[in-house]
C-alpha cells in the first residue's frame, strides 16, 4: 500500500528553519497533488501547503513568505522548506498525498487520501 514517511522535525528558536521530507513508496509523487498539514494540540488539522503535478502551489496566508513547498522527482520526495520559524508553527506536521494530479481545494484534508504519520516542529521563543 501506499506508504508516506516524514522526516526533518525537531526543536528550533525562533527565526530559525527546517526542512521536512516526505519519502513516498508504491506513489508517484512525481505526478499527484500533494500537501503538508499540521496541527497541533487541541486544534484542527491545517493545510500548509499544496504542490500539483503542474507545478501549481497553495499556502496558508500564515506561512506565505516563509515555507517553500517542492518535490524531487527522482528521489519520490516532497520537501517543506521552513524559514524564520515562529513559535505559533509548533505542531505535528503530516505530508499527505491524493490520487489526482491536480487538487481543486489543496489546502482541505478532505482532498486527501494517503497521509504519513507525522513529525513533531516545535519553535522555543
Known amino acids: 500500500q501506499v506508504q508516506l514517511v516524514e522526516s526533518g522535525g525537531g526543536s528550533v528558536q525562533a527565526g530559525g528553519s527546517l526542512r521536512l521530507s516526505c519519502a513516498a513508496s508504491?506513489?508517484?509523487?512525481?505526478?499527484?497533488?500533494m500537501g503538508w498539514f499540521r496541527q497541533a494540540p487541541g486544534k484542527e488539522r491545517q493545510g500548509v501547503a499544496a504542490?500539483?503535478?503542474?507545478?501549481?502551489?497553495s499556502y496558508a496566508d500564515s506561512v506565505k513568505g516563509r515555507f517553500t513547498i517542492s518535490k524531487d522527482n527522482a528521489k519520490n520526495t516532497l520537501y517543506l522548506q521552513m524559514n524564520s520559524l515562529k513559535p505559533e508553527d509548533t505542531a505535528m506536521y503530516y505530508c499527505?498525498?491524493?490520487?489526482?494530479?491536480?487538487?481543486?481545494?489543496?489546502?482541505?484534508?478532505?482532498?486527501?487520501?494517503?497521509w504519513g504519520q507525522g513529525t513533531q516542529v516545535t519553535v522555543s521563543s
Open positions: 504542490l500539483d503535478r503542474h507545478g501549481s502551489t
Open positions: 499527505a498525498g491524493t490520487p489526482f494530479a491536480r487538487c481543486d481545494d489543496p489546502l482541505h484534508t478532505s482532498e486527501y487520501n494517503y
Open positions: 508504491r506513489y508517484s509523487a512525481s505526478s499527484r497533488c
